[in-house]
């Protein structure tokens, strides 16, 4: 019985060679819902001068292609403080932010760290296979919200593959509330471009391994 456990193993891992050795390399393709695992951080000012709150929630799958964070009320009422969404091809589609609080969002910050994705920001030389990407964000001027007043990536990747143009992390900031100033206020909804790619699955390469050394026992026993 142990050597049929450890043949079905073996045989497993075979099948799977053309999916690991696709897991290998980054892909330019990647959608919303690849983006399930990050964390996104919103920061609200509830007027001039006032305090910043800080809230925080997972991004998680939605639906097909759709990845989604439903970020608490800033002031603990039982409804959303905003809901962002991104709904197809990372690259294409736009990317949506609707604050729903009574407070301004002054910043927005992704980390796609327990994701599958990363953040491409097309910077010179570009990692093998990640195609062209989006530096920092591209504002749409179909947003109810003013445009940001910084967007960037941070955080480097830090597997030798990263040629330098993909990152964990994105900021975006906007205005603080104050009498001069068009800032994003409760009611407003922010759409942008933006673009993320596949990282190579971190567990493929031992699979395959383990899946060998099934095969190697088989055939000493």
């Known amino acids: 019985m142990k050597h049929r456990i450890l043949a079905v193993c ?15 390399v980054v892909q330019f393709t990647a959608f919303g819902d690849q983006l399930a695992g990050g964390l996104l951080t919103i920061d609200f000012m509830p007027g001039p001068g006032a305090p910043v709150i800080t809230v925080s929630a997972p ?15 800033p002031f603990g009422n039982p409804f959303p403080g905003a809901i962002f969404d991104c709904v197809g091809e990372t690259f294409s589609t736009l990317w ?3 604050n729903l609080a009574d ?11 327990g994701s599958i ?5 097309d ?6 296979d990640s195609s062209v990407g989006v530096a920092g964000v591209i504002y749409n ?3 109810t919200a003013p445009p940001e007043i910084f967007s960037g990536e941070l955080n480097l990747w830090g597997d030798p593959k990263n040629m330098g143009d993909m990152f964990l992390e994105q900021v975006i900031r906007w205005p603080a509330p104050d ?30 391994g383990v899946g060998a050394l099934a095969a190697a026992r088989r055939r000493r026993h």
């Open 141 to 143: 001027p179909a947003s």
């Open 123 to 128: 910077s010179t030389p570009s990692t093998f």
């Open 10 to 24: 073996a045989l497993t891992a075979l099948g799977m060679g053309s999916s690991v050795s696709n897991a290998n």
């Open 179 to 208: 009498a001069a100033s068009s800032y994003f206020i409760g009611g407003m909804t922010y759409l942008w471009n933006d673009d993320t790619d596949i990282i190579p699955a971190p567990g493929a390469a031992a699979l395959l």
């Open 103 to 113: 407070a301004s969002i002054v910043r927005a910050h992704f980390d796609l760290a």
């Open 117 to 121: 994705s990363l953040f491409d920001d």
């Open 59 to 73: 991004i998680f799958v939605a639906g097909p292609g759709h990845g989604r964070a439903i970020i608490p009320d």
């Open 96 to 98: 949506s932010l609707e």
